[in-house]
């Protein structure tokens, strides 16, 4: 071929890797994990969601049932790129709010962090999920 020098070695196989480190997701509640907390409390804690190719972080609360606690802060509750500007948040205060006809169960409030990476030919690549427990009792 024309310009393409006598002793280049042309190969249909690359190998490639940018990012092999997971992203790191810690949440945690004010007060400690499993904590007591009553109906109309307001729960608040602090979430890490990290990578140098960050994507997206995500907070939710489980179990789903009729009137869960809502998450109030962040608002919204996920964050993308590139409005989420690398390394991501560290120590984001969180807020779950709980309201007299909130139901009294055992939650779990959990952030989910991914990043930007292609790993096995799938995007999103690596991913990593945290959790903190809570109890809300009925009012006395």
């Known amino acids: 071929q ?33 904590h007591k907390f009553t109906v109309g409390d307001k729960v608040e804690g602090k979430f890490t969601a ?21 998450i109030t802060l962040p608002s919204p509750p996920h964050k993308t790129y590139p409005l989420l500007a690398a390394p991501g948040v560290t120590d984001e ?26 790993l096995n030919n799938h995007f999103p690549g690596h991913h990593k999920t945290d959790s903190v427990g809570l109890c809300l009792l009925e009012e006395e």
């Open 2 to 34: 024309p310009g393409v020098p006598a002793d280049h070695i042309a190969s249909d196989t690359i190998k490639l890797m940018l990012d092999n480190t997971g992203p790191s997701a810690e949440i945690s509640l004010d007060v400690g994990a499993c």
């Open 50 to 70: 990290t990578d140098a190719h960050i994507w997206r972080y995500s907070l939710w609360v489980e179990p789903t049932v009729a009137t869960p606690p809502v």
């Open 93 to 118: 205060p969180f807020e779950v709010q709980t309201t007299s006809s909130t139901t009294p169960c055992g939650y779990i409030v959990k952030v989910r962090v991914r990043d930007r990476t292609i």
